[in-house]
């Protein structure tokens, strides 16, 4: 299949061919492989890495199957023993998780989990493992915790207070990142031109729409829009307002974010670092143990608890995957107001 796909890249570069094949001049190879090997084809839509993880993850837990004398299909109960079968031997949360999502993938590709399961990894058993499962799984002390809104709120209010250029940046970057759930690399990149302002009709018409024209998991290069909402109950945790704030300072051509009023845009490392450095000058505790990631997990874990659906929070966040699960979970002290 990947063959097929490096031929199919090749002939349009040579041929200059830009419109549609129709179906009778299509490649035997790709019929045959649509007709055998279809699955691999379903996977195209995931970024490399996550693939190669998620058939790692197949492969251990087909090997689980033989061991117990289960078939080597995606199955609840199998699925719960796995994941329990980990938590009890050194294996970090993290892993398993992503070990979930991947079988949970599988059986959505085979259509073998129930009609009214909105996926495998939903389903009362599994989520009971994943239970027992945290209780005695290995913790990885590199994931960062996710930024609550209460945090975020305490964040803005001392950036507010410095009555200049860098907390009006800051106060943007991370209202903005948080509520688009906006990895650091696709919030740097933005531009004043890939912004469209709507400031009419209804409270829910309003806000930004900013177009990311390529993220970590967009393999064809299409880009995305993501609609960031504006907050009229609460004008300080508005991002569209903030944006407004931001925009007085400098040039509306260029990069949203710079490094200084009117300057260079800034580095995607620069993100975790200065949301480091205000948290710690806004008295927000253990301020080590945030990121830049922190803006895309706090966002995707407060809107899962406001019941958004999960597929609607993997499309808000263009997740390709359930690996959007693993952005999810909170530590217990977290504040969620």
């Not at 398993?96 to 949970?104: H, K």
């Not at 990149?189 to 729409?209: F, P, S, T």
Request: aromatic share 8%; net charge positive; charged share 30%.
């Amino acid at each position: 299949m990947i063959t097929y796909m490096g031929r199919v890249q090749g002939a349009r570069q040579q041929e200059g061919r830009s419109g549609p094949r129709p179906v009778e001049e299509w490649d035997q190879s790709l019929l045959d492989g649509l007709r055998d090997d279809f699955r691999s084809y379903m996977r195209l839509d995931l970024a490399d890495l996550t693939g190669r993880s998620y058939d790692s993850q197949e492969r251990q837990y087909r090997k689980f199957c033989v061991r117990i004398g289960k078939p080597e299909v995606p199955d609840a109960e199998v699925l719960a023993r796995f994941v329990v079968g980990r938590g009890l031997n050194d294996y970090k949360l993290s892993t398993i998780e992503v070990g979930v999502a991947a079988i949970s993938r599988w059986a959505a590709d085979e259509g073998l989990f129930e009609a009214e399961q909105q996926s495998l990894a939903s389903h009362k058993l599994v989520r009971r493992a994943m239970r027992v499962a945290a209780t005695h799984a290995v913790t990885s002390v590199n994931q960062k915790r996710p930024l609550s809104r209460a945090d975020l709120r305490v964040l803005v209010k001392h950036l507010r207070s410095r009555r200049d250029f860098i907390g009006d940046r800051d106060a943007a970057m991370f209202l903005v990142g948080w509520a688009g759930m906006f990895r650091s690399a696709e919030l740097v990149g933005i531009e004043w031109r890939d912004l469209q302002v709507y400031e009419e009709g209804g409270e829910a018409e309003k806000g930004v729409a900013i177009y990311v024209p390529y993220s970590k998991t967009d393999q064809a290069g299409e880009g995305a829009w993501v609609f960031v909402a504006a907050c009229e109950e609460e004008k300080e945790m508005c991002p569209l307002r903030a944006l407004q704030r931001l925009r007085k300072w400098g040039s509306a051509d260029g990069k949203v974010f710079t490094a200084y009023a009117g300057g260079v845009g800034m580095k995607k490392l620069t993100v975790g670092s200065r949301l480091k450095q205000d948290l710690r000058d806004a008295g927000v505790v253990e301020a080590e143990q945030y990121a830049a990631h922190s803006l895309r997990r706090g966002g995707a874990t407060h809107a899962a608890r406001q019941k958004i659906a999960l597929r609607k929070i993997q499309m808000m966040g263009r997740w390709k995957s359930d690996v959007v699960r693993l952005y999810l979970y909170a530590a217990p002290g977290d504040r969620t107001e």
